[in-house]
C-alpha cells in the first residue's frame, strides 16, 4: 500500500482558510501568549547565554578584540540582527504566509509549489528542492540545539565552582539522555508547567540585564544602528567574521514561524514584542555593559551578570530553560518528519500520539533514536558550546535564507507584490541573509561542515525517496491496470467468481487502477465479498481537511454490483484513521456495507533492484535501504489487526 500525495497544483477541492476544524485559540488571551513562551521562544530566548560569549571567544580562529569599540558594536550588531531577521523577516513578513493557519517550511513548500506548478515543471522542481534542503538543514538543527544549549547552561557551573568543570560533559550527557528517554511517553503532564518557566526566564535575565545597565547607562548608545555601521565600515574584516558567532542570537526564528498554527500570529507576535524581544536585549545590552566594566568577566558574561548570590538559581533555571527549548526542536524535528512523509518525500514512519487531549503531540521512535545517538556523540565530540556555535550559525542561517527566498517567491507571485518593492525591499533581505551565510563559511573547517553534512544527506535521502516512490508507484499502476475494466471484467469471469456476505475494504491509491490485493485475492481464491469498498487516502497541501469533505464516495459510473470507491481526505498534519472516517459514510452511500464487521486488505510491496536505468544503482542501493524504514500500513491507518489481511507483491525500481 502507498499513499497518494497530490500535487498542490493538481488538489480540487482543497479547502480553504477557515474550512477546517481546528480550534484555534484565542489570541488575545494572555494565557495563550504565555502557553507560547513556553513552546515557541525557548531556542531564541535562550541564545543570550553562548552568543555574546561565542563573539568574543579568544580561542575562535578569527578572533573579536576585547575594546570598549568593539563591544559597543558587537552588542548593536547583535541588537539590528534580532531586528531585522526576527522582527522584520519573520514577525512582520514571513508568518503572513500561512497555509491554512499553518507555518513552518513544509507549510511553505507547498505554498510555493501550489504556484510554481503555473509556471513550469522546473521552477517548481527547483523551488521545492531549496524548501526541502531548508527542511533538511532543520534536522541539523534539531541535533545541534540540544547539544549547545544545554551544555552552555551545564557550563555555567564553572561560575560556581571551578573545580566543577571536568564535570560538565558528564552531566550534559546524563541530562540529554534524561531527555530523549521520556519522549515515548509525552510532555503532555509537565507542557503545562514549560510557560511559566520560560516566563520567569525571561523576567529573570531582563532584570540581571537592567542591573548591569545602571551600572553603566552608557551601553544604551548600542541601540542606535551607528554603532553597528561605524563599527563594521571601520573593522570591515573583523566585523565579518564576527556575523559567525552574532546570527546565534537569532537561532530559533524559524520556530515563531513553525509554531504558528498551535498559537496563532497575534499570540507569538505579542509575546515577542512584548516579553521576549525586551528581555533579550536588556540581557545583551547587559552583558556588553559587564564587558565595559570589567573584561575578565568575558569567559561567561551571561552568568556573572547576576549577583553571587543568584549564581546557583541562575544555573538550575537554564539548564531548566535549555531542556525546555530543546523539547521544543525535537517535538519540531517529529513534526517535520510526519509532515515530509505526508508529503511523499520519506517512508510512513511509526508514529505514536503521546496525548489525548493535545492535537500534534507526536513521538517517532526513529528519529528519537537517531536524535539522542547524534546530540550525545556532538556533546562528547565537541566538549564545549563554544566548538559548537561554529555548526550551529551555518545551520541557521541556512534555514533562514531558504525561507527567506521562498517567502519572496511566494509574495510576488501569490500576493502580487510590485516587482520594485520585492527587488529592493526583498533583496535588502537577502543581502543580509547571505552576508551572514559568507561569514558562516568562513569557519566551514572548524565544524561549520558538520549541519552542510546532514542536511546533504537527509536532502539526498528525501529526494532519492521520493523519485523512488514515483518508480514504484508507475510499475504499480502497469501491473493493476485500470479498475473500470477490471470490474467490468469480473462479470465476463471464468468460472466466475463468488460473492459471499460481509464487506471488504481494499486500502488503493487511487480509483485510476485497481488494488493489488483485491488481483491477488480473486485470482487465488476467485471470491469477492457481497459488498466492496475500494478506499484511497488522498493526502491534500493543506494542514488539515475539515469533517464535512473527508469523504467522497464515487458508485464508478453507477453500476449496482456492490463495488465503490471511497476517497479519504487528510491534511498534512493529520493522522489518517481508515475506520473512523469510513463510519462516517451515510448508510445510504454503501447500502448494505457494514464497516464495523469489514475486512480490510493491505498490498505489501517487495522491493528488490531492477536492471532497469531509472536511478544510479547506489540511488537504488539507498531507497531500498530507506524503504526498510516503512511502518505498518495497518497501523499506520489504525486498521484493526484482527480484520486485516496483507498480500504481499513484489516490484523490480
Not at 19 to 39: C, E, F, Q, W
Not at 304 to 333: E, H, K, N
Not at 597 to 619: E, I, Q
Request: aromatic share 8%; charged share 15%; with cysteine.
Amino acid at each position: 500500500m502507498t499513499l497518494t500525495v497530490l500535487d498542490p497544483a493538481g488538489s480540487p477541492g482543497a479547502p480553504g482558510p477557515g474550512k477546517t476544524d481546528r480550534k484555534v485559540l484565542n489570541p488575545a488571551r494572555s494565557a495563550v501568549v504565555i502557553a507560547a513562551l513556553g513552546v515557541v521562544f525557548g531556542d531564541i530566548g535562550t541564545s543570550p547565554i553562548y552568543t555574546m560569549q561565542t563573539v568574543f571567544n579568544p580561542a575562535d580562529p578569527h578572533p573579536v578584540p576585547l575594546s570598549d569599540n568593539s563591544i559597543y558594536g558587537i552588542t548593536s550588531l547583535i541588537f539590528w540582527s534580532v531586528m531585522l531577521i526576527v522582527t522584520l523577516t519573520y514577525v512582520t513578513l514571513v508568518m503572513r504566509a500561512d497555509n491554512n493557519g499553518e507555518g513552518g517550511i513544509m507549510a511553505l513548500i507547498t505554498l510555493v509549489r501550489r504556484h510554481a506548478t503555473q509556471r513550469g515543471r522546473r521552477t517548481t522542481f527547483v523551488l521545492a528542492s531549496l524548501g526541502i534542503f531548508g527542511a533538511a538543514l532543520f534536522f541539523g538543527d534539531s541535533m545541534i540545539t540540544p547539544a549547545i544549549s544545554v551544555l552552555s547552561a551545564v557550563e555555567g557551573l564553572k561560575t560556581v565552582a571551578p573545580g566543577l568543570e571536568p564535570w560538565i560533559v558528564p552531566i550534559t550527557l546524563i541530562i540529554i539522555s534524561a531527555l530523549f528517554a521520556v519522549q515515548r511517553h509525552g510532555t503532555a503532564a509537565v507542557a503545562k508547567f514549560f510557560g511559566p518557566v520560560m516566563l520567569l526566564w525571561f523576567v529573570a535575565i531582563g532584570a540581571c540585564g537592567v542591573a548591569a545597565i545602571i551600572g553603566h547607562p552608557a551601553i544604551l548608545g548600542a541601540l542606535s544602528p551607528t554603532h553597528a555601521v561605524s563599527f563594521a565600515v571601520g573593522n570591515l574584516d573583523i566585523a565579518f567574521f564576527a556575523l559567525a558567532a552574532v546570527v546565534l542570537s537569532v537561532t530559533g526564528a524559524e520556530a515563531l514561524y513553525a509554531d504558528m498554527g498551535h498559537f496563532g500570529r497575534k499570540a507569538i507576535t505579542r509575546g515577542w514584542l512584548l516579553v521576549v524581544l525586551p528581555a533579550c536585549a536588556l540581557s545583551y545590552l547587559g552583558q556588553g555593559a559587564l564587558l565595559l566594566q570589567d573584561k575578565t568577566a568575558v569567559s561567561a558574561p551571561f552568568f556573572l551578570l547576576g549577583p553571587d548570590w543568584a549564581r546557583i538559581p541562575m544555573v538550575v533555571l537554564a539548564t531548566a530553560a535549555t531542556v525546555i527549548a530543546s523539547q521544543a526542536v525535537i517535538t519540531g524535528a517529529f513534526s517535520v518528519a510526519s509532515q515530509a512523509a505526508q508529503l511523499g518525500y520519506l517512508p510512513r514512519l511509526r508514529i505514536t500520539h503521546t496525548s489525548a487531549s493535545t492535537r500534534g503531540q507526536i513521538y517517532v521512535p526513529f528519529i528519537n533514536g537517531l536524535l539522542m545517538v547524534a546530540v550525545l556523540v556532538l556533546v562528547a565530540t565537541f566538549q564545549t558550546s563554544a566548538s559548537l556555535a561554529y555548526a550551529f550559525g551555518m545551520a541557521v542561517i541556512g534555514t533562514i535564507t531558504i525561507t527567506t527566498l521562498l517567502f519572496l517567491y511566494h509574495a510576488s507571485t501569490r500576493w502580487r507584490a510590485p516587482v520594485a518593492v520585492v527587488i529592493i525591499g526583498g533583496g535588502l533581505l537577502v543581502v543580509v541573509d547571505v552576508v551572514f551565510l559568507a561569514a558562516n563559511l568562513t569557519k566551514l573547517v572548524h565544524g561549520a561542515w558538520l549541519p552542510l553534512v546532514i542536511g546533504v544527506i537527509a536532502f539526498t535521502v528525501m529526494m532519492t525517496w521520493q523519485r523512488g516512490r514515483i518508480l514504484v508507484t508507475a510499475t504499480r499502476e502497469r501491473i493493476e491496470g485500470p479498475l473500470a475494466d477490471y470490474v467490468d471484467g469480473l462479470q465476463r469471469r471464468f468460472p466466475a467468481v463468488r460473492r459471499v456476505p460481509g464487506t471488504a475494504v481494499f486500502l488503493n491509491r487511487g480509483k485510476e487502477t485497481a488494488p493489488l490485493s483485491m488481483l491477488a485475492t480473486v485470482a487465488h481464491t476467485g471470491v469477492l465479498h457481497e459488498h466492496v469498498l475500494i478506499v484511497s487516502v488522498d493526502v491534500e497541501p493543506v494542514p488539515r481537511v475539515a469533517r464535512a469533505d473527508r469523504v467522497r464516495v464515487d458508485h464508478l459510473d453507477g453500476r449496482d454490483d456492490g463495488i465503490v470507491h471511497v476517497s479519504l481526505r487528510y491534511g498534512y498534519m493529520e493522522r489518517p484513521d481508515v475506520p473512523a472516517a469510513l463510519r462516517g459514510v451515510a448508510p445510504t452511500e454503501v447500502e448494505g456495507a457494514v464497516v464495523d464487521h469489514a475486512s480490510y486488505f493491505l498490498s505489501r510491496l517487495d522491493l528488490s533492484a531492477g536492471p532497469a536505468r531509472s536511478m544510479s544503482k547506489w540511488r537504488k542501493r539507498l531507497f531500498l535501504l530507506t524503504s526498510h524504514l516503512t511502518a505498518d500500513a495497518a497501523g499506520f491507518f489504525n486498521l484493526p489487526l484482527s480484520s486485516t489481511v496483507i498480500v504481499g507483491s513484489r516490484i523490480e525500481v
